[in-house]
């Protein structure tokens, strides 16, 4: 079975579950997963009785209505948005739910980030950027990574001036993939790019490139540099964290990733997460961080964004406050 036969199985699943159950599988996925799913559901139409029941045999359950399936735009609005949030299912909506205007691009989801990033880097940086802007921030990244130095700055700058793409731009892009653009040119501008976009892939492109770039913008224009890096959220911002939100954080957090993760840390962060353990579980993470050999930079960065990406998801829930990104503190 392919990856793609796979996905579509899995949404036809979700179509038979229903909103409440669907939005409940959802959310213990990632975004990635969760765009593929979505864009899945949003394609099918009318799936015949023989196919949901086929789906749901390999699950081991049976279908007991003789209607077909098919998803429209308020389910995958609701189900999305019970799962994820309004802010965090809007991202993810405004790609799925505008068209079929980036089905060219849809297919470099699928290809790893050398190949993205030989098919894209001869095209002009304005074109990349709104490439990159549609796809996961951590698989731009990637290819980004791969770009010349020049080519990353400017393209990074380009994704954090980005207002939305109009149709004929969406055209361009497809065009530039070798792909047919299907559907209206009527559709309504899409949300992508912006500040925030931007912060999100450079967090995570790595610290060298990350501070490069940034430079790089801030020649260009010192306060959207500035707007950039409040929208950041790094590893040493947990010291920023309070008390509750880091408590809430180390229940989700893996100790053995929490090592590997501190080995990098800076002080001021290793004593606020030491701060909020237990006496106990504090003194054995000190002797294991006392233990720990050496540790790749690259297995400490890996570690650090996943916890990163778990921090992200408990502010986005409202576990959390995250503060350093443009948010208000309390004290």
Not at 88 to 101: C, D, K, N, W
Not at 254 to 270: C, F, H, N, P
Not at 283 to 293: F, H, Q, S, V
């Amino acid at each position: 079975m392919s990856a793609e036969d796979g996905v579509e199985r899995g949404a036809t699943l979700l179509l038979s579950l229903g909103e409440d159950h669907a939005a409940e599988v959802l959310k213990f996925l990632g975004p990635r997963e969760v765009h593929k799913l979505g864009l899945a559901m949003a394609g099918l139409k009318n799936i015949p009785r023989d196919r949901v029941e086929a789906v749901l045999d390999q699950f081991g359950a049976a279908t007991s209505t003789g209607a077909g399936l098919g998803a429209d735009e308020e389910f995958i609005r609701s189900t999305l948005t019970k799962a994820l949030g309004a802010e965090r299912a809007s991202h993810i909506l405004s790609r799925i739910l505008s068209g079929t205007e980036t089905a060219g691009i849809e297919g470099l989801k699928w290809m790893d980030a050398s190949t993205v990033a030989d098919l894209v880097k001869n095209e002009h940086p304005q074109i990349i950027a709104t490439i990159l802007a549609h796809l996961e921030f951590d698989q731009s990244a990637d290819v980004m990574k791969l770009f010349t130095e020049r080519l990353r700055n400017d393209v990074a700058l380009r994704i954090a001036t980005l207002d939305g793409v109009q149709p004929f731009a969406l055209s361009e892009l497809n065009d530039a993939l070798a792909r047919v653009l299907s559907g209206s040119q009527k559709v309504r501008k899409t949300a992508i790019g912006g500040v925030k976009a931007a912060a999100e892939i450079l967090g995570f492109i790595g610290t060298q490139n990350e501070a490069t770039i940034l430079e790089a913008v801030r020649e260009y224009d010192p306060d959207l540099a500035q707007k950039i890096m409040d929208e950041m959220f790094v590893f040493e911002n947990l010291a920023d964290l309070d008390d509750r939100s880091i408590q809430t954080l180390l229940r989700e957090v893996q100790s053995d990733s929490l090592v590997i993760a501190l080995k990098g840390a800076s002080e001021t962060v290793r004593e606020r997460i030491f701060k909020n353990m237990s006496q106990r579980a504090g003194e054995m993470l000190r002797e294991d961080l006392e233990a720990k050999g050496p540790v790749r930079v690259s297995e400490v960065e890996t570690e650090q964004k996943e916890i990163l990406k778990t921090a992200r998801r408990l502010s986005e829930e409202g576990q959390i406050m995250m503060a350093g990104k443009g948010d208000e503190q309390f004290l």
